[in-house]
């Protein structure tokens, strides 16, 4: 009971950063924009964010197993607290310089408090999983995935309806009251210690990983840098330039998939056939769904390249739409599958003396991809359009197929 009780701690804590993570996006995105801020201006604001979110990885993964996971989820709750309550302080009178500055710092640590609320909330669901049955850690990993994604899709339209009705300021100040709320309650209620600290392992230990460690990590990296490098720059530039959305219409529609996405990633241990040794099977579905996904942005430039006229028709434009939404949709749901997988693949991998090491370096891989992603997304899109961003995602997840499939199934992890 006590464990259940646990895992409800963790998920709600790791729930509310999400949400306001999700919004702070939206709520940043949209005043700086307002304010007539460059595209490439407001792209800055994120770089930050991203890079932090690699480092932060790297080395969280470190503190809490010297430290514990309590503190490593208990700083993150923090640092976004003091985030939030920074950009309330964003003056409009200052220099544009300044403020550029001020918000990729602020930006930087709400990046660094996601990634060590994450890291921990994950990390501690193997701790509490006492049966080491790999059943009930998949469905518990893809509960906390798909329901994180979810409400990061929801906290996009939070941070709408925030900015509207409070203003930016205001909007930034209830969040950061509301976290710290979560925070007492999480200080208070949370008893399981979340790693009893009995080694402390060496800084050099955070790039000492296993076989198996190394790949499911590479893998993570090619798969989300095959997501980003389309998804993040070349989709919303496309639906804006091409097709002629409004910036309402791209945020709900990319509020939707994501909060789509997450759905998918909490049914995916319905969908996948699980193994007796918690790896065989798993390993296998990990390469062939990655194959599935890289299928889909090659049919995608084809189907748009043969069958979509080059000009700016009602037809062509319409037709463009469905096929690139529908797209969208079906990519989504076969890489929500393929990320669940990894992220119990990572739980499954690593031993509980390094758990916390290993999941921060594999998320540190994730962080690197998505940066990588955001990248080539830009430039492949300014070089040639959406089809080499689409053709680029097919190439990059079909490199993370590969390497999965190179994960040695001798050594059975869990019974």
């Not at 995105?29 to 460059?38: D, P």
């Not at 959305?245 to 939707?256: D, K, P, Q, R, V």
């Amino acid at each position: 009971m006590t464990q259940i009780r646990d895992y409800a701690i963790v998920t709600g804590a790791y729930w509310g950063l999400t949400l306001t993570d999700g919004a702070l996006r939206m709520l940043v995105l949209l005043h700086f924009h307002a304010l007539g801020y460059s595209p490439l201006e407001i792209a800055f604001l994120f770089v930050f964010y991203e890079v932090s979110g690699v480092l932060t990885n790297l080395i969280g993964g470190w503190i809490a197993a010297r430290f514990g996971l309590r503190i490593t989820l208990h700083a993150g709750l923090a640092m976004q607290i003091v985030a939030l309550f920074m950009l309330s302080f964003v003056d409009a009178s200052w220099s544009r310089e300044f403020s550029v500055f001020y918000v990729f710092v602020c930006q930087g640590l709400s990046g660094i408090a996601k990634d060590l609320a994450k890291m921990s909330s994950k990390s501690a669901v193997k701790l509490l999983v006492s049966d080491n049955s790999t059943s009930t850690l998949f469905k518990l990993v893809a509960l906390l995935t798909g329901s994180k994604n979810t409400l990061k899709g929801i906290g996009f339209f939070l941070g709408g309806f925030l900015l509207m009705a409070m203003g930016f300021q205001f909007a930034l100040i209830a969040m950061a009251v509301s976290l710290l709320f979560i925070l007492g309650v999480t200080m208070a209620l949370l008893r399981m210690p979340l790693g009893d600290i009995t080694i402390k392992p060496a800084f050099r230990k955070i790039l000492s990983k296993s076989k198996n460690i190394n790949l499911i990590s590479g893998a993570r990296f090619f798969l989300f840098g095959g997501r980003d490098v389309w998804f993040v720059v070349a989709v919303p530039l496309y639906f804006r330039d091409i097709l002629d959305w409004s910036y309402a219409e791209i945020g709900s529609f990319m509020a939707i998939w994501v909060i789509a996405y997450g759905f998918v990633q909490v049914i995916a241990p319905r969908i996948i056939k699980k193994s007796q040794d918690g790896l065989s099977d798993e390993v296998a579905a990990a390469s062939h769904w990655a194959y599935g996904l890289a299928a889909t942005p090659l049919l995608i430039a084809a189907l748009v390249y043969y069958f979509v006229p080059v000009d700016s028709s009602v037809e062509s434009v319409d037709l463009a739409t469905f096929l690139l939404v529908s797209g969208l949709l079906v990519f989504g749901a076969l890489f929500a599958v393929n990320s669940s997988l990894h992220s119990y693949l990572i739980l499954a991998l690593t031993e509980e003396e390094n758990i916390t090491l290993d999941v921060g370096f594999y998320y540190m891989a994730n962080a690197a991809g998505r940066l990588a992603g955001t990248l080539f997304s830009g430039l492949f899109y300014q070089i040639g359009g959406l089809s080499l961003c689409l053709t680029g995602s097919a190439a990059m997840i079909v490199v993370a197929g590969l390497i999965v499939r190179r994960i040695d199934l001798k050594p059975p992890v869990l019974v």
